[in-house]
């Protein structure tokens, strides 16, 4: 008796895949001229030239330009939350994935990835109440993400955090050392060597509070 061969479900069909091959670019040129030119500089036409579509198919996929920024700063922030989560997974023990999603801030995002850093740290770029909240929501899906972390580390030490908000509060401040380094950055435009120390010492700053932390309450280190 021949096996029933097993349903596959149907990928995207061309015309989808076109559809989001297009959305993407226009992102990416939205993306692109918003860092390089502002956001009140830039028109729809200015994207759609960029992208290479009409104006109409820019309208077609975002209501306005506030909307098509709003979209941007939400691809941004699944980029970094990917990039520091793939870093995490990648180590061996927990405190070296913290240590390396922590580098990876500095010598990925902020070296090569500088425009996405403007648009979340640029203040020139809007200061909307929507703009606002995009940034609101993007900084507390971090703290999430943080805070997952560092409970993974607390379970493989074999210690239990005093309160129940102990690794809230944790990803809050971590986050927030990052989020300031990130808008000094920007400030400054030190040199990649220099920022690179700095990551280097920021990084062992928080890794070293949670091993100090992690070893006063009798948990073991690995």
Request: hydrophobic letters at 40%.
């Amino acid at each position: 008796m021949q096996s029933k061969s097993k349903d596959k479900t149907p990928g995207p069909s061309r015309r989808e895949r076109q559809r989001k091959e297009r959305r993407q670019a226009i992102l990416q040129a939205a993306e692109n001229l918003f860092a390089e030119q502002g956001y009140r500089k830039t028109r729809i036409e200015d994207i759609a030239g960029k992208a290479d579509v009409s104006v109409g198919t820019v309208y077609g996929y975002f209501k306005n330009k506030e909307d098509l920024l709003m979209s941007v700063l939400e691809d941004i922030g699944m980029f970094v939350r990917r990039l520091v989560g793939s870093e995490f997974r990648k180590a061996a023990t927990t405190l070296e994935g913290i240590r390396l999603a922590g580098m990876a801030f500095f010598e990925v995002l902020c070296v090569h990835h500088n425009e996405k850093l403007a648009l979340f740290y640029d203040e020139r770029i809007g200061n909307s109440e929507q703009f606002q909240r995009a940034r609101k929501v993007w900084s507390i899906q971090m703290i999430e993400d943080v805070k997952g972390a560092i409970l993974v580390v607390q379970e493989a030490s074999g210690m239990e955090f005093r309160s129940s908000m102990s690794a809230e509060i944790m990803g809050v401040c971590t986050v927030g050392i990052f989020d300031r380094l990130g808008y000094f950055y920007q400030l400054s435009q030190i040199d990649p060597e220099t920022l690179k120390t700095v990551g280097e010492e920021t990084v062992a700053f928080v890794v070293g509070g949670i091993q100090s932390l992690i070893t006063r309450e009798g948990g073991k280190l690995g």
